[in-house]
């Protein structure tokens, strides 16, 4: 019954006018990549495979950066001083988009319909779709108008969408979330070599408003995903730190000084890497753990993707 309701009461957002009616085609024009490189052995039998196949690869390359297997370590409490309980973590390599996921790429997403196609939601979630609409009630980010980004910010983070909205749109491009274990290896640098490194920031240990985009910038807003190059980890991974927090796949489980669980009204997800308005930088490092309430929908939380290593060119 909620799969019928939902159809003909959608508020709508986008339409398919202008994709292309051959799948395949379909998924590359998309940018789903992911989804070609790893599912793409039932095109095999496609007359264009092998380019598509190629073109998939080779945006995957421009768009990905590998980060080598390292660990982290994460406090337990709310208190993160030094000697608070931590627990640590191994990670095993994986690929991480080098930018944010901008609104031109989500438009895409929105296009395709893919808020009123059911099977790509986790189930739980339906009740909540109607409620992911713009501020024109479109179906789409929260600060959207009539389904549509603004063009001005195309190459900016797409905000305004829940973790729901980041891990669905990941899984519907052929990706999922970074855990925040990756998250931390991926900003830390804390691969395993004699020289124990940490870094506080991607690019060193001293906080520099001229490499991230946070309060102490003065931007007051997000920038392009591809802007603050001086600030990227070693592997070319842009604003881990600053212009918008990111979602991570996990929940997040800290308790208070006396052992005691910290909840919120509803399940709470980690985020990581402070944001455009983030005023305090002991906030916007590699190590520091914040949560937010799952389908919260703010200004200043975007999302990146990742591939496992294993599974390219597969």
């Not at 389904?147 to 190459?155: N, Y």
């Amino acid at each position: 019954m909620l799969r019928g309701f939902w159809r003909q009461d959608s508020p709508g957002g986008g339409g398919r006018a202008g994709i292309d009616e051959d799948p395949l085609r379909a998924h590359m024009q998309l940018e789903r990549f992911g989804v070609i490189v790893t599912r793409g052995e039932k095109w095999r039998a496609h007359q264009d495979y092998e380019t598509i196949f190629q073109s998939a690869l080779d945006a995957i390359d421009q768009r990905f950066s590998l980060v080598p297997e390292g660990f982290v370590s994460m406090p337990t409490t709310i208190v993160d001083e030094p000697g608070c309980p931590e627990v640590d973590y191994e990670t095993e390599p994986f690929l991480l988009a080098r930018t944010c996921v901008t609104n031109a790429q989500y438009q895409k997403f929105v296009d395709s319909g893919a808020y009123e196609d059911l099977e790509i939601w986790p189930e739980s979630i339906w009740p909540h779709l109607i409620g992911f609409q713009d501020l024109t009630g479109k179906a789409g980010p929260r600060f959207w108008r009539g389904g549509r980004h603004d063009p001005s910010r195309s190459d900016h983070p797409v905000v305004g969408i829940c973790s729901y909205e980041a891990a669905t749109y990941a899984a519907w491009a052929g990706f999922r979330l970074p855990t925040e274990a990756e998250w931390q290896m991926a900003a830390s640098w804390r691969i395993r070599t004699s020289a124990h490194v940490f870094r506080r920031y991607p690019w060193g240990d001293s906080h520099d408003p001229r490499r991230c985009n946070t309060w102490a910038s003065g931007k007051g807003g997000t920038v392009p995903v591809g802007a603050h190059t001086e600030g990227a980890a070693p592997n070319g991974v842009l604003q881990l730190i600053g212009n918008v927090w990111e979602w991570t796949s996990s929940d997040f489980e800290v308790t208070d000084e006396k052992g005691r669980p910290v909840v919120g009204d509803m399940l709470l997800k980690s985020i990581r890497g402070g944001a455009f308005d983030t005023y305090f930088s002991c906030q916007a490092t590699s190590h520091f753990r914040t949560g937010l309430a799952c389908l919260a929908r703010p200004h200043n939380v975007g999302f990146r993707c990742v591939l496992d290593a294993g599974r390219r060119g597969n």
